[in-house]
């Protein structure tokens, strides 16, 4: 695939520990503070780093196998952590919390589908 392997597994450790620290946070009742978000930014740039080794590929020659499933997928992902601070932001209790969680659980799965949607071509 265009994006490499660590690359792939830093995005989903990235996500899965925000997504256990908001977890954290819905367990005790509390909103999302400002480690939320902060850690919704750097999920934000690894996903980015990903589009961007992804395009890196394109460029170099490499395509994905579904095209149109890939680019939806990476599209949806970088969506994703923008949304969630701002509707974590407008639910202060611990709902925002969730929201942080639940889109952090989401993320792997998204990273995982934009691996599959490259390789597809070889099965």
């Known amino acids: 695939m265009a994006v490499n392997g660590a690359l792939e597994t830093l995005t989903i450790v990235l996500a899965l520990a925000l997504a256990a620290w908001g977890l954290?946070?819905?367990?005790?009742?509390?909103?999302?503070?400002?480690?939320?978000?902060i850690g919704l930014a750097v999920v934000?740039?690894?996903i980015l780093a990903l589009g961007v080794?992804?395009?890196?590929a394109i460029a170099?020659?490499?395509s994905p196998?579904?095209?149109g499933t890939f680019w939806g997928y990476l599209a949806?992902?970088?969506?994703?952590?923008?949304?969630?601070?701002?509707?974590?932001?407008?639910?202060?209790?611990r709902w925002g919390s969730i929201i942080v969680t639940v889109v952090c659980l989401v993320i792997p799965v998204?990273?995982?589908?934009?691996?599959?949607?490259?390789?597809?071509a070889g099965a």
């Open 24 to 37: 954290v946070a819905t367990v005790r009742d509390r909103a999302p503070d400002r480690s939320h978000l």
């Open 44 to 46: 934000e740039v690894a």
């Open 53 to 56: 080794a992804a395009l890196v």
């Open 60 to 62: 170099g020659g490499e």
């Open 65 to 67: 196998a579904e095209p």
């Open 76 to 93: 949806t992902i970088v969506c994703l952590p923008p949304i969630a601070a701002v509707l974590a932001r407008m639910e202060p209790t």
């Open 110 to 120: 998204l990273v995982v589908r934009l691996q599959q949607t490259w390789e597809v």
